[in-house]
């Protein structure tokens, strides 16, 4: 069935009279015949409703295929033998509960690398939750475990220290940031633990993580205290700076991003304390004044007076 579309023209002649064979996939100048495109795919249902109650009953949807969560079914049949109305089931109907308990119990989870899976995930998605991360840090994230798994280096280790290193580890490589610290605070394993299975998935299991940036951190910590975009921006520019001049080397990425928007907001008149700055960065107040000293001393930046 041919149908009329709105908003296009045909390139030969001008019109706007076009349409569309689904059955050939050609979109057709209704005026001169000239062939707009063709082999398009129909993105829409292969079905057709015309009212509102028919096309919501034909309609098939449900939650998005993700990585993140295993493949198990993590509901449970309750072994209690009244209906949701609180009256007595039949003795038929408790039979086929108890043969759909036992087909629950064998659809499940079996093998060891699952349930390891199916608990790593779950202690990802409080890690996730606590630190804020996005999609894309979780599937990565789970990727690095699954290879720790499966390369046997999560044996002897517990899976909250393994997946908190997986997820630090995806942080890096994506450039998301977030310390070894701000991670290790949300686990109970230790940041000593934590930093040690990092350490081995890096080592092990052929993991790329690039070197820390400090132009990362600077957004976060400008977004914490609220300042404009261009407060933000200078202190971007400062860290470049810096960088070109060789001054950040060996430096803590979080304490340089710090100092360079402690420098920002001087200049640019949204003064904050130095106290403010780091308890933003999750550095000390020392590390904020040995680092603006530095940079600005370096970098020859006039600082206003206070």
């Not at 430096?251 to 340089?256: F, I, Q, S, T, V």
Request: glycine share 6%.
């Amino acid at each position: 069935m041919a149908e009329e579309k709105e908003g296009l023209r045909c390139p030969n002649c001008g019109s706007d009279k076009l349409i569309y064979d689904p059955v050939r996939g050609e979109l057709i100048c209704a005026v001169c015949g000239y062939v707009i495109s063709e082999r398009s795919i129909d993105q829409g249902p292969e079905w057709r409703a015309f009212t509102a109650e028919e096309r919501e009953r034909r309609s098939r949807v449900g939650a998005p295929l993700s990585r993140v969560m295993p493949e198990s079914l993590s509901t449970d049949i309750d072994w209690r033998s009244k209906d949701a109305a609180g009256r007595e089931i039949s003795l038929g109907k408790k039979i086929e509960m108890i043969r759909l308990r036992k087909w629950h119990l064998r659809a499940r989870v079996q093998s060891s690398i699952e349930r390891n899976l199916s608990q790593a995930s779950m202690e990802l998605e409080r890690l996730a939750s606590q630190l804020g991360l996005p999609e894309r840090v979780k599937e990565r994230a789970l990727e690095i475990y699954r290879k720790a798994l499966e390369t046997d280096l999560v044996r002897g280790r517990s899976i909250e220290s393994v997946m908190a290193a997986a997820v630090y580890a995806a942080c890096r490589e994506m450039r998301i940031p977030r310390t070894l610290d701000e991670i290790a605070k949300y686990t109970r394993a230790g940041r000593k633990e934590v930093a040690r299975c990092y350490r081995l998935l890096v080592r092990k299991s052929a993991v790329s993580v690039p070197l820390p940036d400090s132009v990362d951190f600077a957004p976060r910590i400008g977004e914490i205290l609220k300042l404009n975009a261009s407060t933000i921006r200078k202190a971007i520019e400062i860290l470049s700076q810096a960088k070109k001049a060789g001054i950040t080397a060996g430096k803590d990425p979080a304490g340089l991003a710090a100092a360079a928007i402690y420098i920002a907001s001087l200049l640019s008149g949204e003064v904050k304390t130095q106290k403010e700055v780091a308890q933003a960065a999750q550095v000390t107040e020392v590390t904020v004044r040995n680092r603006y000293k530095e940079l600005a001393k370096k970098l020859k930046i006039k600082l206003p007076l206070r």
